[in-house]
């Protein structure tokens, strides 16, 4: 994909607003010269998150964590770098070019075509959802819908749509709409299982499934008459992998944002059910279990997983696959029960059913009822095993070590085997021992090198020796929160000058902002590698103290590093001159070359300090 253009960024950072920006998700009130309000990143009762809307940056004097506004948007909305210039590029109404020169040629064209492909399915989905909803076509497939409970407002929502019995209409269609043959066979749309004129979908409801970013990139068929399978999926592709992707994410994605949350159903109409209830974060997977590429992909904005499957055979094995995928993405999962105890036991019915016979109250009641991921397991181990026998209770137990795998925590995977050593009446330093055989049995050596691995993929070890503030970083600081004077400090300034390693990197940071034209505070800090001097910047930037009189302090910081300088050198030239005199093999031509040096050096120490006074 080609990246965006520089004068784009340059563009956004230049209209980028902290306080209007930052307000979306922080309500700020001013005081005095910045605005406060309470930290996004941690709970707090007394406001400690500032926003500086003169230098663009946030910074919360509570947990400490600071940025520029992209940095901050990309944290709110989990994003990357160039989708988070996009949404801000959308929010400024700022058009976003993109630079493809250095680009590999056909790897260009490919991604063209992938997008191509994007909007063709985009337009077949509307032509679809047109039939459904406006012809007589569809007249008897929205009827359907209408019976299962589905209000019009959810089939807009989700573009429910119709795709007709013949199954020619839709390549004549489209080559009317002048996509070239060669185009529309390479589409995905059309199947060689007849000719390749033949469309995939034919008299099947249609459910148009988009990505994160909202591209449509494939469609799933429930078949309504004759025979066939009940629902079919577009075909994998470099588009759409449907292991990585989840149904409604598109729509789900704002609410599960907010909330950290996300349901996730065994299918289409269950996920429109949860939505027309009220429960805005429901997804489902694509014709798969629950999958760790999905569990990664949500991970970015959940914390907490709710499971709403079926209570049928082939649910309770989802389920069950659907907790380990969690915990082993380092999830926290509740599994959520769709059964109602009555005068003939509990009955039990997934979401679709609930919404059509007893409407989104009650399905939404219903979603309010959920135990943790243990005791569910606690619940299918007693269902599952006699336990009032040896060779049962042996299973039951068994029945948990693939969970406790799973859990990255020493404290939580004691504290679930002390629970069922308890529950099962079972000593716990038995299970223990068995626990050990299942995992050098189907792990190996991997549980014993488990330390090791972790150790392997810890990040490079960061500086944590303290940082003590000098003349040479207050400088250096006062230009960072002044960044206009960048200029006068490296024309009266060369980094030789300076001494302290840490003003060195932030010296050398600026230059490298300098020479790029980045001005925003993110873009600095991407130049520091030290972690704690990241964190120092904007801790000290933060503050009143480089604000006020900053010209003067840039002037007095770049005579006083000067003045250090100069006398170090002269007391170097001194003691030279000592050791000369007392039989050192100084020649007279050096010794003549020192004295002239330390004239100069006293002469410019006089003008220096004079102009302090």
Same mark, same amino acid.
């Given at each position: ?9 340059q563009?956004?950072q230049n ?18 010269g910045?605005?406060?309000? !309470? ?23 509570g ?8 940095s ?8 990357s ?58 007249k008897?497939?929205?009827q359907y ?6 209000s ?5 929502l ?14 004549q ?18 199947s ?25 990139v494939?469609?799933?068929?429930r ?7 009940k629902?079919l999926?577009?075909a994998?592709?470099?588009l759409?992998?449907?292991r ?7 729509i789900a994605?704002p609410?599960i944002r907010?909330?950290?949350e ?7 109409m269950d ?9 805005g974060t429901?997804v489902?997977?694509?014709?798969t279990a629950?999958?760790?590429e999905?569990?990664?992909? %949500? ?23 659907g907790? %380990? ?5 380092? %999830?926290?999962?509740?599994v ?7 005068e ?9 059913d ?23 397991l606690?619940?299918r ?18 029945f948990?070590?693939?969970?406790l ?6 404290v ?7 629970s ?24 190996g ?33 006062t ?30 940071? !600026?230059?490298?902002?300098?020479r ?33 009189k900053?010209?003067q ?19 170097e ?8 005199r ?32």
């Amino acid at each position: 994909m080609s990246r965006i253009a520089e004068e784009t960024i340059q563009e956004i950072q230049n209209h980028i607003n902290a306080v209007s920006i930052i307000g979306e998700y922080v309500r700020l009130e001013k005081r005095g010269g910045r605005y406060w309000g !309470l930290c996004p990143f941690h709970n707090e009762k007394t406001p400690s998150f500032t926003v500086d809307p003169d230098k663009n940056f946030f910074y919360c004097f509570g947990c400490h964590k600071g940025g520029g506004v992209i940095s901050f948007v990309m944290e709110q909305e989990k994003l990357s770098y160039p989708e988070t210039l996009e949404l801000l590029a959308k929010k400024l109404n700022i058009s976003v070019k993109y630079d493809s020169s250095g680009e590999d040629p056909a790897l260009a064209q490919r991604n063209r075509q992938l997008e191509d492909i994007a909007e063709l399915y985009r337009r077949v989905a509307i032509s679809f959802h047109h039939i459904l909803t406006a012809t007589e076509k569809g007249k008897q497939a929205l009827q359907y819908v209408h019976e299962r409970g589905i209000s019009d407002e959810m089939i807009n929502l989700f573009r429910l749509g119709y795709a007709p019995p013949d199954r020619l209409w839709l390549f004549q269609f489209l080559r009317k709409k002048g996509y070239s043959e060669d185009f529309l066979k390479k589409s995905g749309l059309f199947s060689s299982r007849y000719n390749e004129q033949s469309a995939f979908f034919a008299d099947r409801l249609m459910f148009p499934i988009s990505d994160k970013k909202g591209r449509t990139v494939a469609f799933g068929g429930r078949l309504l008459h004759g025979e066939g399978p009940k629902y079919l999926n577009s075909a994998e592709s470099e588009l759409y992998k449907k292991r990585e992707n989840l149904y409604a994410i598109d729509i789900a994605l704002p609410k599960i944002r907010q909330s950290e949350e996300v349901h996730i159903c065994e299918g289409y109409m269950d996920v429109i059910a949860l939505h027309q209830a009220g429960i805005g974060t429901a997804v489902a997977p694509l014709g798969t279990a629950f999958t760790d590429e999905q569990a990664r992909l %949500l991970r970015q904005w959940v914390k907490t997983v709710y499971l709403v499957f079926d209570n049928d055979s082939a649910g309770q094995s989802a389920t069950i696959k659907g907790i %380990l995928t969690c915990r082993r993405n380092g %999830l926290v999962c509740k599994v959520v029960s769709m059964g109602k105890t009555g005068e003939n036991g509990t009955i039990f019915k997934d979401p679709a059913d609930i919404l059509k016979e007893d409407g989104p109250e009650a399905l939404q009641n219903y979603v309010k009822c959920f135990i943790n991921d243990f005791d569910y397991l606690v619940d299918r181990a007693r269902a599952l095993f006699d336990t009032t026998h040896t060779e049962g209770l042996a299973q039951a137990v068994a029945f948990f070590f693939p969970y406790l795998e799973t859990l990255d925590s020493e404290v939580a995977r004691d504290g679930c085997i002390g629970s069922v050593a308890d529950i099962f009446g079972i000593d716990r330093s038995a299970i223990l021992r068995d626990f050990a055989k299942y995992s050098k049995e189907y792990h190996g050596d991997q549980s014993h090198n488990r330390e090791d691995l972790k150790q392997g993929q810890r990040e490079p070890a960061r500086s944590n020796a303290p940082i003590r503030m000098n003349d040479e970083l207050f400088l250096l600081l006062t230009v960072i929160s002044n960044r206009s004077l960048y200029p006068r400090l490296r024309a009266s300034l060369s980094i030789e000058e300076v001494e302290d390693s840490r003003a060195k990197e932030l010296f050398i940071a !600026l230059e490298e902002c300098y020479r790029k034209d980045i001005q925003d505070i993110d873009g600095l800090l991407s130049h520091i590698q030290d972690e704690a001097l990241r964190s120092f910047v904007l801790e000290k930037a933060s503050s009143e103290a480089f604000s006020q009189k900053s010209e003067q302090l840039v002037s007095d910081g770049i005579k006083r590093i000067r003045i250090k300088r100069l006398e170090r050198r002269r007391a170097e030239i001194i003691l030279k001159l000592r050791t000369a005199r007392t039989g050192g093999l100084h020649s007279e031509q050096k010794m003549e070359e020192l004295l002239s040096e330390k004239v100069h050096i006293d002469a410019e120490l006089v003008r220096l300090k004079e102009e302090q006074e």
